[in-house]
């Protein structure tokens, strides 16, 4: 099972894409939130994301380690 801020494979359509866990369903660590809906950034293969916009909250504990998602927490507008 992955865990927040994991980087993982995913088959999109046929295509191989890499991603980050930015959010799960299921039971958390303290002090960790627990999220209504899977979800993940997708990125391409130098570690930018494909997108331009982050509409899902993402969690403090990405923010605060050293996960190496700086471009991830520059786009993104909230924070839970």
């Known amino acids: 099972m992955p865990e927040l801020g994991a980087k993982v494979?995913?088959?999109?359509?046929?295509?191989?894409?890499?991603?980050?866990?930015?959010?799960?369903?299921r039971l958390q660590k303290p002090f960790v939130p627990r999220f209504d809906s899977n979800n993940m950034v997708l990125?391409?293969?130098?570690g930018n994301p494909l997108g331009t916009r982050i509409l899902v909250p993402i969690p403090n504990l990405i923010r605060k380690?050293?996960?190496?998602?700086?471009?991830?927490?520059?786009i993104a507008t909230r924070f839970v």
């Open 9 to 25: 494979i995913v088959a999109i359509k046929g295509q191989k894409k890499k991603g980050v866990v930015v959010g799960l369903v």
């Open 43 to 46: 990125m391409d293969d130098k």
């Open 65 to 74: 380690e050293t996960y190496g998602l700086n471009k991830i927490i520059a």
